[in-house]
């Protein structure tokens, strides 16, 4: 398959969980939250130079193709693996940047480049839903950092899980906020109940309405 095939092949797909349409580079953070979103959920490509139509409008500096090195490893903490492939397709430049799920979730997406006078850096991971990037919940923070510290499934809150269980079975799916009131449990306590319960395969979560809710399954 030649390079005009392959890219036409790919846009024909459209954007959707593991792809995204670039079509110029504004601002460097801006492109780290794709970035952070595919490298915290099941990874992904960007295809920088594809107006959000499918119409091809082409990379036309090295500039750009350096603001897109400087969100990879500038604006990404943890930095995160990055591939960049370049393709011509009628004259137009294309390049393709592949984005793999992470092992060190979270991977942080800052506002500001570190180290600059006066900019202080706000850092927020992003998860990849349908074609859209989601500020991640405090849950996903709490679940990433316990599986990449290898941490056992264990707890010492046998009851407040039987709450929390109890609250969900009845009244589920509830948001993070919604939980918190019912149980009358701090929201940090929360929180680590419900990485845990995920992982342990338990409970689930989905965004809908512009919020994360959380279900038994």
């Not at 139509?53 to 500039?63: F, M, P």
């Not at 960049?84 to 294309?94: L, S």
Request: glycine fraction near 6%; proline fraction near 5%; charged fraction near 25%.
């Amino acid at each position: 398959m030649n390079e005009r095939s392959y890219i036409r092949r790919l846009i024909a797909e459209g954007e959707h969980q593991q792809q995204d349409f670039k079509y110029k580079i504004a601002d460097a953070p801006k492109l780290a939250k794709s970035v952070s979103a595919f490298a915290n959920t099941d990874g992904g490509r960007l295809l920088i130079g594809v107006r959000d139509d499918g119409v091809i409008a082409g990379v036309k500096s090295e500039e750009e193709i350096f603001m897109m090195h400087a969100a990879a490893y500038t604006y990404c903490r943890p930095q995160p693996s990055i591939h960049f492939d370049t393709y011509v397709v009628d004259g137009r430049t294309v390049v393709v940047a592949t984005v793999p799920p992470s092992t060190l979730r979270p991977i942080f997406a800052l506002s500001a480049k570190e180290g600059v006078e006066g900019l202080l850096p706000e850092k927020k991971a992003y998860v990849r839903i349908a074609d859209e990037n989601i500020v991640a919940s405090p849950v996903h923070l709490r679940m990433w950092r316990e599986q990449v510290a290898r941490q056992p499934i264990v707890t010492n809150y046998a009851e407040d899980h039987t709450l929390l269980v109890g609250i969900l079975k009845e009244r589920g799916p509830l948001t993070l906020n919604q939980l918190t009131r019912l149980s009358r449990l701090s929201r940090n306590r929360v929180v680590a109940l419900l990485a845990r319960l995920i992982r342990y395969d338990i409970a689930g979560w989905k965004h809908e309405n512009q919020q994360f809710v959380f279900f038994l399954l």
